[in-house]
């Protein structure tokens, strides 16, 4: 069969790919409402830097194997990754269930960290690899979308069982259920995108980069740039994950309003990116950068003055919509600078430094509540993530879509 770049050409195995990333996310979501509740309640952990360091574990994990998936994407092959990240997700829902003591969550998030970054990254590459240059943002938009729209639904749904069945063991059936429907369709249908790839490399004009790394992470203005607007991305998404629950239960919220609070903010991200990955098609991606990360900035800050639920609904509201304007900017701005042979190494390099701002963010965050207070802690993110909107303002140049 002859190998053909766009979303139409492609659409099955596309859509397949949209299937296999909600189910990804989903794997997230099971923890989303309810992990630093089981630190409190089941485990009587009461250090703020003690419960989050779930996330810790999380976010260096996915880093790391973001990292390395991109450097073996065109050596193993993306389905390949894609398999092996979804094996690894099998026996987490179990141990989240069965742990006695917290290092097994720890030791679950370790897990789900890798499987998180070898199935994300491998979905995002090869959406990319079939969609071809005219695009990437609606590809980018439509991934993220899937994903982080079962995120919200099933940190919804947690949240729902746990208020009306405890927290374990039946919320985390959810994600038995995931793990194995995501292993069976890719192992049965997805395809390897390696053939896109080269079909694509033939056609660009852009050079090769002596080191992937230092350009993404250092050199080229564009690229460092969305770098450092990723990490602060995740460190707040880190604080948030890990904070606002515990937030939301000081307030006397019950499990179900805290299950929605949370889930609005990542179904917002989740349902936004259909609108946002076309419009970085379109539109200045500096622009949409820039104001995606000053409206988070400004959410964040807010939600230390907000104890009416209504209004902090709405504030995780503009979290998701921030957030939805610079995630899949972030990706078909990388994906526009870089020859399509370096692009799964150049995405790996962003996802590298993007997903350790969860870590980072948890680590921050969980000292500053500790010693300072919740509300200095989110204080100080909001205001990281306003200085980086700056950042993307003063040094990255305009581009032409």
Sequence with gaps: METKLGLKENWQQFGLLVIVNAFVGGMVGLERSIIPQLAET?????????????????GITKAIANYFTGKLANKIG??????????????????????????????????????????????????MDL???????????????????????????????????????????????MSILGFLLTVIWVKDTKSHVSLEAKKTTITNAENV????????????????????NNLNDGMIWG?????LLHLKLNNQNIGIITAIYPTFWGFGQLFTGKMSDVFSKKKMLFWGMF??????????????????????????????????????????VTNPSQRA?????????????????????????DIFGIQYAII????????????????????EN
């Excluded at 350009?215 to 969305?226: I, N």
């Excluded at 904070?243 to 937030?247: D, K, R, Y």
């Excluded at 205001?383 to 040094?395: A, D, E, H, P």
Aim: aromatic share 12%.
């Design 345 to 369: 190494e150049s995405i790996g390099t962003f996802r590298l430094w993007r997903d350790l701002g969860y870590a980072l963010g948890a680590i921050i965050s969980g000292i500053t509540a």
């Design 78 to 127: 993306r389905r390949n990754l894609l398999i092996i990240g979804w094996l690894i997700a099998l026996p987490i829902p179990f141990i989240i269930i069965y742990a006695n003591n917290w290092s097994w969550i720890i030791f679950a998030n370790i897990l789900l960290g890798v499987s998180q970054g070898l199935t994300w990254s491998s979905t995002v590459v090869m959406k």
């Design 213 to 232: 790394f230092m350009t993404t992470t250092f050199t080229d203005k564009t690229l460092s740039s969305v770098t450092q607007a990723g990490l602060v």
């Design 295 to 336: 409206l988070q900035g400004i959410a964040i800050v807010l939600l230390i003055f907000a104890i009416d639920f209504y209004l902090l609904a709405t504030l995780s509201a503009f979290l998701g919509i921030g957030t939805a304007l610079v995630y899949p900017t972030f990706l078909s701005t990388i994906a526009q």
């Design 243 to 247: 904070l606002l629950p515990i937030l």
């Design 42 to 58: 089941e485990f009587g952990i009461s250090s703020k830097s003690a419960i989050l360091s779930f996330i810790v574990a999380f």
């Design 380 to 399: 100080l993110i909001g205001v990281i993530t306003l200085i980086s909107s700056v950042i993307i303002q003063i040094r990255m140049p305009d581009l």
């Design 131 to 177: 969609v071809g240059e005219k695009q990437r943002g609606l590809a980018m938009g439509i991934n993220e979308f899937a994903g982080y729209l079962a995120v919200g639904i099933v940190a919804f749904l947690t949240g729902f069982i746990a208020q009306n069945y405890g927290v374990r063991p039946y919320p985390f059936y959810i994600g038995i259920v």
